[in-house]
């Protein structure tokens, strides 16, 4: 193959990456724009997205230790504990002592927590339903199936 044709085919390449970045940049302020930040008027706890999303996952996963939460949420463990503890004030999750090492503290939801998350979930659930209510049939299967794609593939990026 002529040194012409690589060129073109590693400029294209090059092309498309910046495009994929470009495009990624304006949908994820889209997203949060259209989706995330409405859905945060009715918290009760003026709790951050990452705090709820530290709740859902506790609420999914159960127990965890901090270093696992903090790898899941990706940010530090200081970070981790910035947040647990702010969790804790409000009594929506716990921590608790590792049975087989003393020094590892893990944290689960709380009951409290628990009750939380079914009503804040319910809420997504109603609102994201109402707003997403416009669009017809084959849109919803198209986003579905984009949703199903762009997971499946960012879950190979770090």
């Keep these: 193959m002529p040194y012409n044709c690589l060129k073109s085919e590693v400029d294209f390449v090059e092309y498309e990456m910046e495009e994929l970045v470009k495009k990624l ?8 724009k259209r989706l995330v930040k409405t859905l945060d008027t009715n918290i009760k706890f003026n709790l951050s ?13 159960g127990a965890l230790s901090m270093s696992e939460l903090s790898d899941k949420i990706f940010v530090s463990k200081q970070q981790t504990t910035i947040i647990i503890d702010k969790l804790i004030k ?7 002592l590792n ?22 979930k ?21 986003l579905l199936r984009a949703i199903d794609d762009i997971y499946d593939i960012t879950k190979k990026i770090r």
């Design 25 to 32: 940049m304006y949908l994820i302020p889209t997203l949060e």
């Design 49 to 61: 997205p990452l705090q709820y999303r530290t709740l859902f996952l506790l609420h999914d996963l």
């Design 90 to 96: 409000f009594e929506l999750v716990e921590r608790i």
């Design 99 to 120: 049975k087989d090492d003393r020094r590892i503290v893990n944290v689960k939801i709380s009951e409290r927590g628990m009750k939380a998350i079914m009503e804040y």
């Design 122 to 142: 319910a809420e997504i659930v109603n609102d994201l339903k109402s707003r997403l209510k416009v669009l017809n049939d084959d849109e919803v299967k198209k």
